[in-house]
């Protein structure tokens, strides 16, 4: 039998599942509140892949995956975001103050559920078609039917590896047909396998084989309200800096793997003072001493705006007159899109 009659037969077997040459088709990403996050990613998480959100203890995983939900909300409005709390620490009203529809999102809070049995469900909420992004948080929190049915004394070999394994398996083609992102938000543990020591993540390495996307986060320097950085020591901080390490991504390049975002405990993540950090990168505003200038990008002459020069003595002045005035900042934030993309 020729190639062409081998490839109808298996078409009509399979479903067509073989195609003669190859059409690129661009996935459409959930943006990143944090302009930084975005120019690491090249525009966001891409729709129907799994992510990986790993990182110490009060890194900012678990904002910015409800950072994600929120943007995707106002995406798409006729699908539902889904959040697995599976540590039970869900917090209404942190996830409100940094955006997301609460009463919209579905939060599934298992009690006594195996990881087999959580991964059952999620796996039958997304099969729907109706979920623009589901959140797993944590897979380190879950525990196996094997290690249920040992004693605190046993010893459990293997974690959930094996239970993770089939279930990402089994959700890369259910999250491209449904174009549902899947972000599992991990944990770092130490690497016990290693002689030398070092930090991992549980769950094996399928898990992180079959992500498209993994991003590990930890806490950097504190910050005051001006956002200026403060001692470790400091009593009462208003924020930190967020360091953000992409680790892989098989959806851009991976020429900006490591990138900060500005979080504030008032009122989460700082886009305005990202947009500058990024504004400052890639010339849309000249820094010299003290004194930021908003320009043109392209013949580095200074702006106006109503007859005044956008010129200004401190990061703290320039991140108020932005938050002031709206239309000055959709504009300083397009003209940055235009060069990061």
Known sequence: MSLEGVIAELNKKYKKIINEGVVYEPAERIPFSSPNLNYMTYGGLPQGRIVEFAGEEGGGKTTTALDVIKNAQNMFPDKKAVYVDVERTFDPEWAERLGVDVDSLVLVTPEEQTAEQIFEITKQIVETGEVSVCVLDSLGAMVSAQAYAKTIEDKTYGGISMALTLFSKEMIPICARTKCVLIGINQMREDMNSPYGGLTTPGGKAWRHNCSVRMQFSKSDYI??????????????????VKVLLVKSKVCQLDRKIGYFTLRYLDGIDYVYDTIELAIKVGCIHASGAWYTIVDPDTGEML??????????????????????????????QRVLARIV
């Open 224 to 241: 005051d309200e001006k956002g200026v950085v403060v001692s470790r020591n400091v009593e009462n901080p208003a924020g930190h800096f």
């Open 304 to 333: 106006t705006y109503e007859g005044k020069d956008l010129k200004f003595q401190g990061r703290a002045k320039l991140r108020d007159f932005l938050q002031s005035y709206n239309d000055c900042y959709d504009a300083l934030n």
